[in-house]
């Protein structure tokens, strides 16, 4: 986790490929994949620490139902049912579409 000083309001003008807002997992992958591929990239990240949400997480990946897993009970119904229970039926619904849970 690295903590952002000096910053402040007075950031110049720079033409960039590719603005990436926040700091998270999804924005770092972005933004280095980005620079990998050769774009010069802004990353912006709203408050005064680079880290996002993982800096709280396990530490390991989740990613239900990948081919790259044990066999097993892994499905996308278990990741469903896991999803509701830990964030409620209205939330998993509203922000996940599959062709699983489509009302
Ligand atoms: C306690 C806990 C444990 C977890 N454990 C695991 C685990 O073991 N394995 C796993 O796979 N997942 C785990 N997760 C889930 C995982 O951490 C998150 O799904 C993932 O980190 C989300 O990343 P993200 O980049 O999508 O979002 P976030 O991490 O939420 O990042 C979003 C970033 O964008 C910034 N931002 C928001 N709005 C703006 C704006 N307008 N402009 C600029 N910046 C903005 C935010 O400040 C933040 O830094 C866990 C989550 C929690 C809370």
Do not use: C
């Not at 933004?31 to 802004?42: F, M």
């Not at 990946?61 to 119904?77: E, K, Q």
């Amino acid at each position: 986790m690295a903590r952002i000083d000096g910053m402040g309001m007075n950031a110049q003008s720079k033409d960039v490929d590719l603005v990436v807002l926040g700091s998270g997992a999804g924005g770092m992958t972005a933004a280095l994949t980005a620079a990998t591929l050769g774009l010069d990239v802004l990353l912006v990240e709203k408050t005064e620490w680079i880290r996002g949400t993982a800096s709280r997480s396990g530490g390991s990946l989740w990613v239900p139902n990948t081919r790259h897993g044990p066999p097993g009970n892994d499905s996308i119904d278990n990741a469903l049912i896991y999803l509701r229970a830990a964030l409620g039926v209205d939330r998993t619904d509203t922000f996940i579409a599959t062709p699983w849970n489509r009302r």
